[in-house]
Nanobody, 120 residues
Framework: QVQLVESGGGLVQPGGSLRLSCIAS????????MGWYRQAPGKQRELVAT???????NYADSVKGRFTISRDNPKNMVYLQMNSLKPEDTAVYYC??????????????WGQGTQVTVSS
């Protein structure tokens, strides 16, 4: 089993910053990729940013230049630095990890989500 736990969400004013953290734990042999997704009320979950086990990253157009994803591989953690936040960034942010368990099984798991609210 692989568990993901997000933290760092909260209420911030427009133009402010937040840093989200996610830690993966459990029967992890390796993590091939980690990413952040978000879901706003009435909308489908959408990709925010992803990072492979290397240094390649991918960002949604709406967050390019404002958000930065980073990983601490020895700690099985991924971060999302969010700057210049806008009200439209308000959503529940979910952490995702894909990899292989110690038992040799592929996993694609999600965290419980952390709320980010951008409002004046």
């Amino acid at each position: 089993q692989v568990q993901l736990v997000e933290s760092g969400g909260g209420l911030v004013q427009p133009g402010g910053s937040l840093r989200l953290s996610c830690i993966a734990s459990g029967s992890i042999f390796g993590i091939n990729a980690m990413g952040w997704y978000r879901q706003a009320p009435g909308k489908q979950r959408e990709l925010v940013a992803t990072s492979t086990s290397g240094s390649t990253t991918n960002y949604a157009d709406s967050v390019k230049g404002r958000f930065t994803i980073s990983r601490d591989n020895p700690k099985n953690m991924v971060y999302l630095q969010m700057n210049s936040l806008k009200p439209e960034d308000t959503a529940v942010y979910y952490c995702n990890a894909k990899g292989v368990t110690n038992g040799g099984r592929w996993y694609d798991n999600w965290g419980q989500g952390t709320q980010v609210t951008v409002s004046s």
